[in-house]
């Protein structure tokens, strides 16, 4: 455990070290830029956040309680806005500020520049809010989704029978019991917003992870970087520890684990209408609207003379193709072996471990990226000259995407370990079966549906990522993401807009038997 | 017992992923900023010739250089290339790069634009200059960067972030003939000036100029070519309703960025690796990459695209490069006190 935890935390372990070195310029960063990034952040994760529970938890409630028309395609269509990446949604969202500029003008025109400039800014921050929040909330719907799925009829109808509405049996009962998954859906947004770079870059929203670069690279501060990237971890951690700390000792138990499905309440007429509309409105924004451009895109580009010239090999998109799989199944075994460690023994320290381990997905791709190259550099530096060097190799890239991604797994099922509560788990302790034996077979197979959807989570996210596999890849190695990459960095949006398609699509299908699985599950119930 | 799972797991995972192909000859690795797709058929074509395959890795300048500083001996790498004159100042700073003695190099570089112990070369430039709409500013208008800080354009200017390399070297280069001072008063005044917070590329200012939101902006002439040649209508439109102006002519001449290359320490191939950079310093290439990116030959004899042609010659900033790496940091400090974000 404490070596597994080693492992995986030496990186992370390195950067927090040198935080403590002296900085030069940290005491500059202060007095200027600081207070921008650290507001810059809290504004975006507090707006996100707000909007991402709007957009995920109404339309999961809905989706698995009530019956309306187009409920079953709504059901999946939810989760697809994960298919699109936020650096390329970024570019599809940033022609709302320059389709806003001749109304920009007008109120500089009659209103004056300061009318003017507080309109683009509210545009510019508006819309980043609602680009981030459109392509992050299944996160928080899919976490919600199994919740409610899974609340056993007794405890809705028990609160109707006691004279609730449907509404104040939602409030009262239903959203409670989901808060873990609500939380650790909110969580996962939370640091995918800190940790984003190229869309805050783009919209000029300076945020901690932009100061990062910007000091190590533009001023070769290194320590300052890290220290501003410690920061991170730290608003993380403290979000965390602060809803933890609302929680106080309520555990959450699955009081009827085997319990009556729901039954889907039936909507007519403009309850109906509303639904739908609520449940298609984070489709269009997050979704629709991205591939329609982008396809409008990619089209331009095929009927340009320039068209099919730029594709790389197929085989190096076949490999990065293979990395994301084998690393997605690799961590998501490792997931499963790590809460068994911890589950083994409760204690402060294990629980410690375990949150060690998940912040590598709060902190920026490339931090990540250097940490993995110091330590595998050192290694291979002292390592006995016979042994193969591990720098530069595809195990590398791997080991650094289990760093970034372990807490998707560990959170999926952190949530559902919650749910399931230690009755079980104790009744076949009693039965005198061994901890492992438990383990494999209580435990696992009740958790085998957060597991898989993890694993799909994983692979679309490894197809998605891009800072730390442009630092990390082997010579002439390609993926989808960054072959999106370097186009866009030549503002060649049509071209660019045939690989991004491609990780849209591959990453849809990935989401969907995702789903599936889930669907399918022990856990959850199914009565389609 | 967890240990005895998580060995042989780990032993799987390394299992499946084999190292890297052993060293061959006929190789050579680069490790490069430059995300042109332009430059597979600069590399295809020196295959061609010389038989020697090209392998790339293409990341950030100074994420570059601390992949290979952690490499150190084992980096697979031969050259380093940068699209910004700082990085390579940088990796030479850190000893990642070894002199280069060529002839041809010190024959079609200039001496500003190639390290002064041959650590780096450039291989091409990039002109920053002020694109302006035509029908709001009057040609008088306009003369210096300086002067880009005058109240006159207050709400008149687009420029991008400041976190950008080129922004970056053009302060250096400010601090250079004016003073911290001056540099750091002048980034303010361009601050006060703007239209509207640093947001999006270049290209992006462009557009903002041709939608009339602003009269100028801070740009590189290779966007505004790689607009004229766009085959999206809305970049041709915007290239049309715009004029490139290069600043300070009656002084000490427009700020120019270099993209360019060093050999690394740690290469074995010094010689494949002196033979490639010497086939790009080649007329044919040079004037390949400038109708290809847009990007200026840094050989005289070099020639220019039909666009460079029309945009007209224009006198360069002669300081040595390695000023402005040096400078750097420094800039960086003065935009976080200017507030330009």
């Known amino acids: 455990m404490a070596v597994f935890t080693g492992v995986l935390t030496l990186p992370l372990l390195a950067i927090l070290v040198s935080m403590g070195q002296e900085s030069v310029e940290w005491n500059h960063l202060a007095e200027t830029v600081l207070g921008r990034y650290l507001t810059n952040t809290l504004v975006l994760v507090l707006g996100v956040s707000l909007l991402v529970l709007l957009m995920g938890v109404l339309p999961a409630w809905l989706v698995t309680t009530c019956e309306f028309r187009g409920r079953r395609i709504l059901s999946w269509a939810l989760i697809l806005p994960l298919a699109i990446p936020t650096y390329i949604a970024a570019f599809v969202f940033y022609q709302g500020p320059e389709a806003a500029i001749p109304l920009l003008i007008q109120v500089r025109q009659r209103f004056g520049v300061d009318a003017f400039l507080l309109t683009e800014q509210v545009i510019r921050y508006g819309l980043l809010i609602l680009m981030l929040a459109a392509v992050l909330y299944p996160y928080v719907y899919l976490a919600c989704c199994s919740a409610f799925a899974r609340q056993s009829r007794a405890v809705i109808e028990a609160a109707r029978c006691l004279g609730d509405s449907p509404t104040r049996a939602f409030v009262r009962a239903a959203l409670p019991m989901a808060r873990p998954g609500i939380v650790a859906g909110v969580a996962l947004v939370i640091m995918e917003v800190i940790n984003d770079y190229g869309a805050v870059h783009f919209f000029g929203v300076p945020t901690l992870t932009e100061g990062v670069f910007r000091t190590w690279f533009g001023m070769g501060d290194k320590i300052a970087a890290l220290r501003l990237a410690g920061i991170m971890m730290l608003v993380v951690a403290v979000l965390l520890a602060l809803e933890q700390g609302l929680r106080g000792r309520a555990r959450y138990v699955e009081a009827d684990a085997g319990g009556i499905p729901l039954r889907r309440v039936p909507l007519a007429g403009a309850k109906a209408t509303l639904a739908f509309l609520l449940c298609v409105v984070p489709v269009a924004l997050g979704f629709l609207y991205p591939v329609v451009r982008l396809s409008h895109w990619a089209g331009l580009y095929f009927l340009s003379d320039a068209g099919g010239s730029f594709f790389p090999g197929g085989a190096a998109l076949g490999r990065g193709f293979g990395l994301a799989l084998v690393t997605a199944v690799v961590v998501t075994a490792m997931a499963a072996l790590f809460i068994y460690a911890v589950r083994l023994r409760e204690s402060r320290l294990r629980r410690f471990f375990g949150r060690v381990a998940g912040m590598g997905y709060a902190t920026p791709g490339a931090v990540i990226a250097v940490g993995v190259l110091v330590v595998f550099g050192t290694l291979d530096r002292v390592a006995p000259p016979f042994l193969p060097l591990v720098s530069g190799t595809l195990f590398v890239i791997g080991f650094a995407y289990m760093l970034r991604f372990f807490a998707i797994p560990l959170q999926l099922s952190r949530a559902g370990l919650e749910r399931i509560g230690k009755p079980l788990e104790e009744a076949s302790r009693l039965l005198g079966h061994p901890p492992l034996r438990t383990f494999l077979q209580v435990d696992l197979p009740l958790l085998r549906a957060p597991l898989a959807a993890a694993g799909m989570l994983l692979f679309v996210d490894i197809l998605k990522e891009l800072p730390l596999t442009l630092i990390l890849r082997p010579a002439n190695f390609e993926t989808l993401a960054t072959t999106a990459y370097s186009l866009a960095s030549e503002a060649r949006l049509h071209a660019c807009a045939v690989p991004a398609l491609l990780i849209v699509a591959v990453g849809a299908v990935g989401l969907l038997v995702m789903n599936h699985w889930l669907q399918t599950s022990p856990t959850s119930s199914k009565h389609e | ?341």
């Open chain 2, 1 to 341: 017992m967890q240990k005895r799972l998580l060995f042989p797991l780990l032993a799987a995972f390394a299992a499946l992923f084999p190292g890297g192909s052993l060293r061959a000859d006929d190789e050579l690795t680069l490790y490069t900023q430059r995300h042109y797709g332009f430059d597979d058929t600069v590399h295809q074509r020196f295959s061609e010739k010389t038989g020697i395959k090209i392998k790339v890795v293409k990341a950030a300048a100074d994420e570059l250089i601390v992949r290979l500083q952690e490499e150190g001996a084992n980096t697979p790498a031969d050259l380093y290339m940068t699209a910004d004159g700082g990085g390579l100042d940088r990796a030479k700073k850190a000893g990642l790069l070894q002199p280069l003695v060529s002839a041809l190099v010190e024959e079609k570089v200039p001496a500003h634009l190639r390290d002064p112990d041959g650590h780096w070369v450039a291989l091409t430039k990039r002109a920053r200059v002020i694109i302006y709409a035509p029908d709001r500013v009057k040609a008088g208008e306009l003369s210096t960067y300086e002067d880009l800080a005058d109240p006159k354009w207050r709400g008149r200017l687009v420029v991008r972030s400041s976190s950008n390399a080129y922004n970056q070297s053009l302060l250096a280069s400010l601090i250079e003939a004016n003073g911290a001072e001056a540099a750091e008063a002048w980034a303010a005044g361009v601050r006060k000036n703007m239209a509207r917070p640093p947001q999006g590329g270049d290209r992006d200012q462009i557009r903002a100029v041709a939608a009339g939101l602003a009269d100028v902006a801070i740009s590189n002439t290779y966007y505004l070519g790689l607009m004229e040649t766009s085959n999206d209508k809305k970049d041709l439109e915007a290239a049309a309703a715009v004029k490139i102006f290069f600043p300070n002519q009656e002084g000490r001449g427009t700020h120019v960025n270099i993209s360019g290359a060093g050999i690394v320490k740690a290469s074995k191939k010094a010689d494949l690796a002196k033979q490639f950079i010497e086939f790009i310093l080649s007329d044919e290439i040079q004037s390949l990459y400038a109708q290809g990116t847009f990007e200026y030959p840094v050989s005289e004899t070099a020639e220019w695209s039909e666009n460079q042609k029309r945009w007209g010659t224009f006198a360069t900033d002669q300081v040595p490069f390695s000023v402005y790496g040096e400078r750097n940091a420094e800039a960086v400090r003065l935009f976080n006190k200017a507030g330009w974000e």
